[in-house]
């Protein structure tokens, strides 16, 4: 999967109403408080919801993923995080201007998703 941000200066728009109605998707992108330290916030791909077979999501959980699988922390280390510690849904990334644009899942490597 090609990376969606580089962590040198892109910025993003983010909304919390997806949150707080349930409309979140695997592929969706999220900020989110880290559930190792809570003062960090993190953006990450959800991957899977509660239900979902990634690997078992204890209900009221998502499992979120980094773009970079070499360098990311992220469930695979800490598991299943909290519905609750998802800040908001990463909508459209605004810098640099040449990569302005919504964050359509169509940017995913995985289109079934």
Same mark, same amino acid.
Not at 20 to 33: A, E, M, N, S, W
Not at 43 to 49: E, F, I, Q
Not at 52 to 59: E, I
Not at 68 to 82: M, T
């Given at each position: 999967?090609?990376?969606?941000?580089?962590?040198?200066?892109?910025?993003?728009?983010?909304?919390?109403?997806?949150?707080?109605?349930?409309?979140?998707? =695997?592929?969706?992108?999220? $900020? /989110?408080?880290?559930?190792?330290?809570?003062?960090?916030?993190?953006? @990450?791909?959800?991957?899977? %919801?509660?239900?979902?077979?990634?690997?078992?999501?204890?209900?009221?959980?998502?499992?979120?993923?980094?773009?970079?699988?070499?360098?990311?922390?992220?469930?695979?280390?800490?598991? =299943?995080?909290?519905?609750? $510690? /998802?800040?908001?849904?990463?909508?459209?990334?605004?810098?640099?201007? @040449?990569?302005?644009?919504? %964050?359509?899942?169509?940017?995913?490597?995985?289109?079934?998703?």
């Amino acid at each position: 999967m090609v990376l969606t941000f580089n962590l040198t200066g892109d910025m993003f728009l983010a909304e919390r109403l997806s949150i707080k109605f349930g409309k979140v998707d =695997p592929g969706d992108i999220f $900020l /989110l408080r880290s559930p190792e330290s809570p003062r960090k916030v993190m953006v @990450k791909r959800l991957l899977g %919801l509660e239900s979902h077979s990634v690997t078992y999501v204890p209900k009221g959980h998502v499992w979120v993923e980094g773009d970079n699988i070499y360098n990311s922390r992220d469930s695979r280390q800490f598991g =299943p995080v909290p519905y609750g $510690l /998802l800040e908001g849904k990463v909508f459209c990334k605004i810098w640099p201007p @040449k990569e302005f644009g919504s %964050l359509m899942k169509s940017r995913m490597k995985d289109p079934d998703l």
